[in-house]
T-cell receptor
Framework: LAKTTQPISMDSYEGQEVNITCSHN???????ITWYQQFPSQGPRFIIQ???TKVTNEVASLFIPADRKSSTLSLPRVSLSDTAVYYC?????????????FGTGTKLQVIP | DTEVTQTPKHLVMGMTNKKSLKCEQH?????MYWYKQKAKKPPELMFV???????INESVPSRFSPECPNSSLLNLHLHALQPEDSALYLC???????????FGPGTRLTVL
C-alpha cells in the first residue's frame, strides 16, 4: 500500500487560502487520491478525489502533478468551521475492493 | 441521501458483556466497512463486506464479530472486550467497493 506523508499541523487566518500537500511516492497506476475532512468525534467526510491534473468542486481543489507522487488540497478562503483534521488517502483496489489506509492527517487550525 | 447511520452513539460495557453496534445505509451501496479509531489517531480498517460477503478481515481479534444480514445493514458483535478496545467505531459504505466511502458518525465505545 502506498504510504502518505502530510504535515502534522497547520495554522491559517480566516479568509486565507490554505494548501495542504501530501506525499505519496509509491503510488501505483490504479491508485486514486482522496481527501477527507474529520471533526472531533465525527466520521470522516469526503472532500475531493482525483487521479491526475486538477479537480475542482464546490468546496476545494485538488492539484496532482504529472508524476502523481504528491498532491495538494487547496481550500479557498477558510473559515473557523474549516478547523479539522484533513486526511490524504491513496486507495488501492485490492481484489476489486478499496483497501483504504489513512495517513496521520493534517490538523488545520483556522485563527480569527 | 448520502447518510450512514450508526447506533448507539455511545456505549459503555464491561469486559464480560456482549453488545452489538449497528450500521445502516439506504443508498443502495453494496460495500460496507468497519473502522476503529483511537484518540488522535487515523481510522484503521477492520472489515470489508461486499455484496453481503466478508471480503477483507484485517486480522481483527475474534472478540469482534461482524455480520451483514442484508445489503443495507451491518452489525459488529462485541464480546469479552478489553479496555484497550475503547475507541470510536466507524462504519462506512460505498457503491461497489471501488468508489468513494461515506462514513457514519461513529459509536464511541468505552470498555470498563
Amino acid at each position: 500500500l502506498a504510504k502518505t506523508t502530510q504535515p502534522i499541523s497547520m495554522d491559517s487566518y480566516e479568509g486565507q487560502e490554505v494548501n495542504i500537500t501530501c506525499s505519496h511516492n509509491n503510488i501505483a497506476t490504479n491508485d486514486y487520491i482522496t481527501w477527507y475532512q474529520q471533526f472531533p468525534s465525527q466520521g470522516p467526510r469526503f472532500i475531493i478525489q482525483g487521479y491526475k491534473t486538477k479537480v475542482t468542486n464546490e468546496v476545494a481543489s485538488l492539484f496532482i502533478p504529472a508524476d502523481r507522487k504528491s498532491s495538494t488540497l487547496s481550500l479557498p478562503r477558510v473559515s473557523l468551521s474549516d478547523t479539522a483534521v484533513y486526511y490524504c488517502l491513496v486507495a488501492l483496489l485490492s481484489g476489486g475492493y478499496q483497501k483504504v489506509t489513512f495517513g496521520t492527517g493534517t490538523k488545520l487550525q483556522v485563527i480569527p | 441521501d448520502t447518510e450512514v447511520t450508526q447506533t448507539p452513539k455511545h456505549l459503555v460495557m464491561g469486559m464480560t458483556n456482549k453488545k452489538s453496534l449497528k450500521c445502516e445505509q439506504h443508498m443502495g451501496h453494496r460495500a460496507m466497512y468497519w473502522y476503529k479509531q483511537k484518540a488522535k489517531k487515523p481510522p484503521e480498517l477492520m472489515f470489508v463486506y461486499s455484496y453481503e460477503k466478508l471480503s477483507i478481515n484485517e486480522s481483527v481479534p475474534s472478540r469482534f464479530s461482524p455480520e451483514c444480514p442484508n445489503s443495507s445493514l451491518l452489525n459488529l458483535h462485541l464480546h469479552a472486550l478489553q479496555p484497550e478496545d475503547s475507541a470510536l467505531y466507524l462504519c462506512a459504505s460505498s457503491q461497489d467497493g471501488t468508489d468513494t466511502q461515506y462514513f457514519g458518525p461513529g459509536t464511541r465505545l468505552t470498555v470498563l
